[in-house]
């Protein structure tokens, strides 16, 4: 039990449950110093499932190096000696590296038993070599071994060591730095291996992002032609099935479009992160060129720069043509609305007009049979008049001239009356 656990907080307080994790990161990754020539090499492994291929090398690496499991869980790097070799073993995000020291010249590059062998279930990202030699200066037999066109030579931390490179990678596949750091302390000499790996290990992943955004390329260029198309044939047709059809085509789109985003978001996003820490390492080196060479930070600038510029580019466009996709449903959907208002309000003028037509027919209908009813009340009248003739002398002919008019306002009211009742209701 250590004296923390030992000494309980005062007053009944509880501590935060990450409080130790937070405390823990504060003191991750260490830099181990680096006494003498040595070289030190890393390798870069990632995972396919973004970590949990990780956790499983963890505990491997953990067992190879007989660590405590209570120690090594949760622990993001792991410190261990192998047949003469420091190793440490690390674990990211989304990427482990393996790295070991060997004395300076060690010819054997793949060693047995450090933990390489772990590493089958991963792929291989970056190798990375870099020989501190016990000088002040760089061999120039050794610089003349470099690639002209893509050497780096530069000193370091105002003068106190120097490094060299060309980024190409040798027949054994490793991207070898040489630093020159005999006026270094072994603490400033860990510092310079631990950026020049850091250094490495970044651009390589940085760069990963690139080949997601050409491939994505043509297809997002073959998305804006469709939306481009589903916009014309909506200015152009107006017909339920033409709204039908283009509706149908946006929807294909739009997955299309989100699928193609969901695929390279995390992609993109990583690739953005890792190329500001990629900056911000390289700023840290304190570079100023060797005679007409260029320094690794200026040479990696220029090519990882337009990559991640790419990368931002090619996410933009997907982002916008989500946002234009969703317009475009917009407004299609208004369209049909239009449309269907359009239509709602055609059959309403078609019914009014039905109604009209309706109403007035009624009401010829209604004159009709107040002339009917008139014509037969007044027949019957007369056979009325007929028979009280003998009783009553009165002329039929001048009886229904009178009784007509009134005949007829009696069936015309009546008749109105009976209407304004039917549609009152009961």
């Given at each position: 039990m250590s004296e923390i656990e030992a000494n309980p907080l005062p007053f009944g307080w509880t501590e935060h449950d990450n409080r130790w994790l937070i405390h823990a990161e504060t003191h991750a990754r260490p830099v181990p110093p680096l006494a003498g020539p040595a070289t030190i090499r890393r390798v870069t492994f990632m995972s396919a499932d973004?970590?949990?291929?990780?956790?499983?090398?963890?505990?491997?690496?953990?067992?190879?190096?007989?660590?405590p499991a209570q120690k090594a869980a949760g622990a993001r790097q792991l410190d261990f000696a192998c047949d003469g070799h420091a190793i440490v073993w690390e674990m990211h995000n989304e990427f482990a590296t393996l790295t070991w020291k060997s004395p300076l010249g060690d010819t054997i590059t793949w060693p047995k038993g450090i933990g390489l062998e772990l590493h089958s279930n991963v792929a291989l990202v970056s190798a990375t070599r870099v020989d501190v030699?016990?000088?002040?200066?760089?061999?120039?037999?050794?610089?003349?071994?470099?690639?002209?066109?893509?050497?780096?030579?530069?000193?370091?931390?105002?003068?106190?060591?120097?490094?060299?490179?060309?980024?190409?990678?040798?027949?054994?596949?490793?991207?070898?730095?040489?630093?020159?750091?005999?006026?270094?302390?072994?603490?400033?000499?860990?510092?310079?291996?631990?950026?020049?790996?850091?250094?490495?290990?970044?651009?390589?992943?940085?760069?990963?992002?690139?080949?997601?955004?050409?491939?994505?390329?043509?297809?997002?260029?073959?998305?804006?032609?469709?939306?481009?198309?589903?916009?014309?044939?909506?200015?152009?047709?107006?017909?339920?099935?033409?709204?039908?059809?283009?509706?149908?085509?946006?929807?294909?789109?739009?997955?299309?479009?989100?699928?193609?985003?969901?695929?390279?978001?995390?992609?993109?996003?990583?690739?953005?992160?890792?190329?500001?820490?990629?900056?911000?390492?390289?700023?840290?080196?304190?570079?100023?060129?060797?005679?007409?060479?260029?320094?690794?930070?200026?040479?990696?600038?220029?090519?990882?720069?337009?990559?991640?510029?790419?990368?931002?580019?090619?996410?933009k466009r997907l982002t916008d043509l989500g946002i234009k996709v969703q317009r475009s449903i917009e407004l299609l959907d208004a369209t049909i609305t239009v449309s269907i208002q359009t239509q709602n309000q055609e059959v309403l003028d078609t019914i009014l007009q039905t109604a009209q037509s309706q109403y007035r027919l009624q009401e010829t209908v209604e004159g009709l049979s107040i002339i009917a009813i008139s014509y037969y009340a007044l027949g019957i009248l007369g056979y009325i008049a007929e028979g009280l003739h003998a009783f009553v002398p009165v002329d039929k002919p001048l009886l229904l001239t009178i009784l007509a008019p009134l005949v007829i306002l009696v069936v015309f009211f009546g008749i109105r009356r009976l209407r304004r009742t039917v549609h009152s209701g009961p």
């Open positions: 973004r970590g949990s291929d990780l956790a499983l090398l963890q505990r491997r690496i953990a067992d190879l190096a007989n660590i030699i016990d000088d002040n200066a760089v061999d120039p037999a050794r610089l003349g071994q470099l690639a002209e066109n893509s050497l780096c030579h530069s000193a370091l931390y105002v003068g106190q060591a120097r490094v060299a490179t060309d980024f190409v990678a040798d027949a054994d596949r490793f991207v070898s730095f040489v630093v020159a750091a005999q006026s270094c302390g072994a603490q400033r000499r860990g510092v310079i291996v631990r950026r020049l790996l850091e250094i490495e290990t970044y651009r390589c992943v940085v760069l990963l992002g690139l080949p997601v955004a050409r491939q994505v390329g043509g297809r997002v260029q073959g998305y804006e032609q469709g939306l481009a198309a589903i916009m014309a044939q909506i200015g152009e047709g107006s017909t339920p099935e033409a709204h039908r059809a283009s509706l149908e085509a946006l929807h294909a789109l739009s997955v299309g479009v989100g699928r193609t985003v969901e695929e390279t978001t995390f992609r993109f996003s990583a690739t953005q992160a890792y190329g500001q820490i990629l900056a911000e390492r390289l700023s840290r080196l304190g570079e100023t060129p060797i005679g007409e060479s260029t320094t690794v930070q200026r040479y990696l600038d220029n090519r990882v720069q337009p990559a991640l510029a790419t990368c931002r580019a090619m996410e």
